[in-house]
């Protein structure tokens, strides 16, 4: 999926995240992202393993697995 606008000013992008199994999961994997600089929103859902992030401009994919596995978890890339 490729990233999308869904107001002026933010990016929605979607990405999948393996080795989320519970609600603790999902918030470690969210703080780590939402410490990225221009993210505004975080979303990560651990039952479909996808992690929705809404930014001010399109995130650097590398910095955002470098915040997935900083929370103990893997990138596998675009949902």
Known sequence: MSAQT???GSV???YQ???MSCGHCEGSVSGEISQLAGVSSVK???STGEVTVISAAPLDEE???A???EAGF???GRA
């Open 44 to 46: 990560a859902v651990a």
């Open 12 to 14: 929605t992008a979607v």
């Open 17 to 19: 995240v393996s080795g």
């Open 74 to 76: 893997e990138l596998t």
């Open 6 to 8: 869904d107001t002026p």
């Open 63 to 65: 910095a955002v697995r």
């Open 67 to 69: 915040a997935v596995d």
